[in-house]
């Protein structure tokens, strides 16, 4: 399993977002603003949908990854900080109390 989180990628996202690298796609991005970035997070989610019907694992894999990427930097020019969706997730997951559940042996 790789150890590549999405902390990482977001911490990398970061770093890009705030240098003056041209060639960085993540700052061509962030000079495109929320409404350009917005849009290809739902070209990329369509993209992943449209793959996952289709049965396609090895495109569904490459547009998830996409997808993954764009979402965090659509949070990033929304200034929302990554951390603040996993506490939303883990938030959501206390409630329902799965997560003792899961980490418990099974029997
Ligand atoms: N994970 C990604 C990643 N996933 C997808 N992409 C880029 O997303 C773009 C999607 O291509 P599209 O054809 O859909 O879009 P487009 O060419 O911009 O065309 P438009 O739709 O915008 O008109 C490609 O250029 C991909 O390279 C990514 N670019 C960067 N990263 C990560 O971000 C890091 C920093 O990248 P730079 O900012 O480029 O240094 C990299 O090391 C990677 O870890």
Same mark, same amino acid.
């Given at each position: 399993?790789?150890?590549?989180?999405?902390?990482?990628?977001?911490?990398?996202?970061?770093?890009?977002?705030?240098?003056?690298?041209?060639?960085?796609?993540?700052?061509? !991005?962030?000079?495109?603003? *929320?409404?350009?970035? &917005?849009?290809?997070?739902?070209?990329?989610? +369509?993209? $992943?949908?449209? #793959?996952?019907?289709?049965?396609?694992?090895?495109?569904?894999?490459?547009?998830?990854?996409?997808? !993954?990427?764009?979402?965090? *930097?659509?949070?990033? &020019?929304?200034?929302?900080?990554?951390?603040? +969706?996993? $506490?939303?997730? #883990?938030?959501?997951?206390?409630?329902?109390?799965?997560?003792?559940?899961?980490?418990?042996?099974?029997?």
């Amino acid at each position: 399993m790789t150890e590549f989180t999405l902390s990482d990628l977001d911490r990398i996202i970061g770093v890009r977002a705030a240098s003056d690298d041209a060639m960085s796609y993540t700052r061509k !991005l962030m000079d495109k603003g *929320v409404p350009k970035i &917005a849009q290809k997070v739902g070209e990329e989610a +369509v993209e $992943a949908a449209i #793959a996952a019907v289709r049965g396609d694992r090895s495109e569904l894999t490459g547009e998830a990854a996409d997808l !993954l990427y764009h979402l965090l *930097v659509l949070l990033r &020019a929304s200034d929302i900080a990554l951390d603040d +969706v996993m $506490a939303e997730l #883990a938030r959501r997951t206390a409630q329902t109390g799965l997560e003792e559940k899961a980490s418990r042996p099974a029997g």
